[in-house]
T-cell receptor
Framework: NAGVTQTPKFQVLKTGQSMTLQCAQD?????MYWYRQDPGMGLRLIYY???????DKGEVPNGYNVSRLNKREFSLRLESAAPSQTSVYFC??????????FGEGSRLTVL | RKEVEQDPGPFNVPEGATVAFNCTYS??????FFWYRQDCRKEPKLLMS???SGNEDGRFTAQLNRASQYISLLIRDSKLSDSATYLC????????????FGAGTRLFVKA
């Protein structure tokens, strides 16, 4: 019963460093998402993938890139981390509208 | 104006109390509505969908008022374990992915 698995769970970066957040789901869902959550802001969509082979920008895509590697995996890359990207990142997958299954989150701090 | 607005709370209630949360949305084309629950430092999890006629799941009742563009969540006989943040979620198919999360309402249930 793994569901959605994200790695790493915690990461500290220095400004300008790069990193990739990995996400995998085992529910055979077509759609996958990356959100960030900041205090008082709620969850904001960074990128999503409606199906394997497609990706689209969400509300806050600047500074991020994504790859839908296959149906199971959807990675999020920060090419040059900035302090404004300090946040909790959640990966999610879904098959039905609005019914998202989230990973446990990745806490990123950029110094 | 935010697309989905919630009273951030916190709501502090004693065990056994009835508590209600409201959520307003600005997009009149919104089609689907949900409540999610998020425990402290955990991922959001779907609590219930909200149907046009209203729906109930045990101690939880969700209502939708399309004319006034708000949804509500009523929790009866509050338990300590109900302490969490409740997120209102609205979906609108108006070109591209459009599932918007509210910032959440915090609930503390005390003995």
């Amino acid at each position: 019963n793994a569901g959605v698995t994200q790695t790493p769970k915690f990461q500290v970066l220095k400004t300008g460093q790069s990193m990739t957040l990995q996400c995998a789901q085992d529910m055979n869902h077509n759609s996958m998402y990356w959100y960030r959550q900041d205090p008082g802001m709620g969850l904001r969509l960074i990128y999503y993938s409606a199906s394997e082979g497609t990706t689209d920008k969400g509300e806050v895509p600047n500074g991020y890139n994504v790859s839908r590697l296959n149906k199971r995996e959807f990675s999020l890359r920060l090419e040059s981390a900035a302090p404004s990207q300090t946040s909790v990142y959640f990966c999610a997958s879904s098959e039905q509208v609005g019914e998202l299954f989230f990973g446990e989150g990745s806490r990123l701090t950029v110094l | 104006r935010k697309e989905v607005e919630q009273d951030p709370g916190p709501f502090n209630v004693p065990e056994g109390a009835t508590v209600a949360f409201n959520c307003t949305y600005s997009n009149s084309a919104s089609q689907s509505f949900f409540w999610y629950r998020q425990d402290c430092r955990k991922e959001p999890k779907l609590l219930m969908s909200v149907y046009s006629s209203g729906n109930e799941d045990g101690r939880f009742t969700a209502q939708l008022n399309r004319a006034s563009q708000y949804i509500s969540l009523l929790i009866r006989d509050s338990k300590l374990s109900d302490s969490a943040t409740y997120l209102c979620v609205v979906y609108a198919n108006t070109g591209g992915f459009k599932t918007i999360f509210g910032a959440g309402t915090r609930l503390f249930v005390k003995a």
